[in-house]
């Protein structure tokens, strides 16, 4: 693949969603984008900012029913892992693949190890079995870098509350699960230092951009050295 992968994670209210939309004003600002689109002349747009789940039109639906699902039926925990599967085959196929085949950029929220720490440490699903899983959903596709924005539950549980006042089926999780989660993230970092990167998502919504922009700048001139430098 042509294109990169970049992926943010970390538990609820680190900061995802706010940090995609910032990277993404400033590489439009920058004029960045616009030099790449001159070398992706096949794409309408050479970035792309997507999430798990929801990417694609049958995420929209298994979002629905993964956060807020339409019976009472408890959702078990193998057939929440596998409609999280099933979400990533549908977007790593129709979306991320033909867009990085193309030399596009993508910003994710959320990919394999919200699997490894959710499915895995918070719900104590077999790890090598979601890893077997995580490899036929993405057919080996892997994040070029993945920012971790940690924060300590509590401060971004509260965050997450403070902004909407009915939590989802996973955000109402117990406080103990979503800190298996966060132990589940740590664990990540030790076992992938190559392309995982731990930002302190406790400070300030600027101080963590101006870290995630240093980062991108070093890394989009390393992959892009033919574009001038951000
Ligand atoms: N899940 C799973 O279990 N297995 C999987 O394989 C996958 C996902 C892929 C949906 O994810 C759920 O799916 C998620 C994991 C599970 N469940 N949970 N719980 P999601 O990404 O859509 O939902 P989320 O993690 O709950 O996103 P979020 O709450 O929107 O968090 P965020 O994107 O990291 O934060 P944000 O929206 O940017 O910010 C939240 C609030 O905090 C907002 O008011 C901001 O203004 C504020 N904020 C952000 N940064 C700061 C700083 N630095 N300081 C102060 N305030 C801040």
């Not at 966060?182 to 995982?196: D, N």
């Not at 600027?206 to 991108?216: A, D, G, N, R």
Request: charged letters at 20%; glycine letters at 8%.
């Amino acid at each position: 693949m042509s294109g990169k992968l970049i992926v943010f994670e970390g538990v609820e209210g680190g900061g995802k969603t706010s940090q995609i939309r910032r990277s993404q004003a400033w590489l439009s600002a920058s004029g960045w984008l616009d030099q790449l689109r001159q070398t992706t002349p096949a794409l309408p747009d050479p970035l792309l900012i997507t999430r798990e789940p929801g990417g694609t039109e049958l995420g929209k639906y298994l979002r629905q029913l993964l956060l807020s699902p339409a019976t009472q039926e408890t959702l078990h925990d193998r057939a929440e892992l596998m409609l999280y599967a099933a979400d990533r085959a549908q977007h790593v196929e129709y979306l991320l693949k033909p867009h990085l085949a193309a030399g596009g950029l993508v910003l994710c929220d959320r990919f394999t190890d919200s699997t490894i720490a959710y499915q895995g440490y918070g719900r104590g699903l077999n790890l090598s079995l979601i890893q077997q899983l995580n490899q036929i959903a993405t057919g080996g596709l892997t994040s070029d870098l993945t920012f971790w924005l940690d924060v300590e539950v509590s401060i971004g549980l509260g965050r997450a509350q403070q902004r909407n006042k009915d939590l989802d089926r996973m955000e109402s999780a117990t406080l103990s699960f979503h800190q298996r989660v966060q132990h589940g993230f740590q664990a990540l970092l030790h076992q992938h230092p190559e392309r995982i990167v731990r930002i302190d998502a406790s400070q300030s919504e600027q101080v963590v951009f101006e870290q995630i922009q240093t980062l991108l700048s070093q890394r989009l001139q390393q992959w892009y050295p033919q574009l001038l430098p951000l």
